[in-house]
DNA sequence: CCTACAGGTTCCTGCCACTGGAAGGTCAAG
DNA sequence: CTTGACCTTCCAGTGGCAGGAACCTGTAGG
């Protein structure tokens, strides 16, 4: 399979492709002119991959998923402690939006949002 | 006031500042030695960026922001159509995460996160 | 055969908002 | 005179790609 049809069957753009293959995270073969060659299982790797960006995972975590993936000696603890952790930061970046989303709501309720100067939207931002 | 010193003031790193200085957020004076001497407005207009700044407005914004800011002739409206579009965008994000931890919290839950293979986590992000 | 066009390739740059670090100038205290 | 705490500039790197230039390949049509 070539690029434009693996990267469509993966629902990841080519240039991403080929930017996991750059940093090693899938290495497809090459024909003889020098297109690269993906197989069903680098097809596979690839769908799991935007699967695992897709929920959030860094590259990094998605490596290591990987790795537990091929691996069929895998602990699941291991898989469960990745994925835990990458939760709980989902859970502070909901928190530390939703403070802003708090604040941010208030300042612009009170903002009357027409032609006058007074806001209390820069009012709040030049004092706490 | 010198760097560490507005640093302290407007709870942003002395890097920070440089990098605003440069990408033309704040323009201080500088002291015989070379040295960078900041004016009370200075001091306020830094507080002001962190602020908008933690409350995840882009650098962008904030440059308008201060604009905005400085400008006694501002329609609040403007203000306001800012905030309101960054509002947006929080709660879009926002979205996307809770999304993206209740897809995750349902694989973590059916893990058993035990010595064995067997992982919903990894079958999970294989198939969707 | 030539040409057009849709694929593919590599390589370089830029994005955002900093952060770290090197190499060196300046100043007050001991 | 030295130490140490400041300050300066400049360069490189972060994450995860995206855009674009310059060039090759393969197929269809005239």
């Known amino acids: 399979m070539n690029i434009s049809e693996t990267a469509a069957q993966a629902g990841l753009p080519a240039k991403t492709i080929r930017y996991y293959e750059d940093i090693g995270l899938v290495a497809p073969s090459r024909d003889a002119n020098g297109y690269r060659r993906f197989s069903e299982s680098e097809v596979h790797q690839l769908t799991f991959l935007a699967r695992a960006r897709s929920l959030g995972f860094t590259i990094e975590d998605c490596r290591k998923l990987l790795d ?3 691996n069929t000696a895998r ?3 291991d898989v469960k402690t990745l ?8 859970g502070d970046k909901i928190t530390e939006l939703e403070a802003m989303r708090n604040t941010l709501t208030t300042l612009v309720d009170h903002c009357h949002g027409d032609q006058r100067p007074e ?7 030049a004092r706490p």
């Open 119 to 125: 806001c209390p939207i820069l009012d709040g931002l």
């Open 75 to 77: 602990a699941s603890a």
């Open 68 to 70: 537990l993936y091929s």
């Open 83 to 90: 994925a835990s952790e990458h939760l709980a930061r989902i």
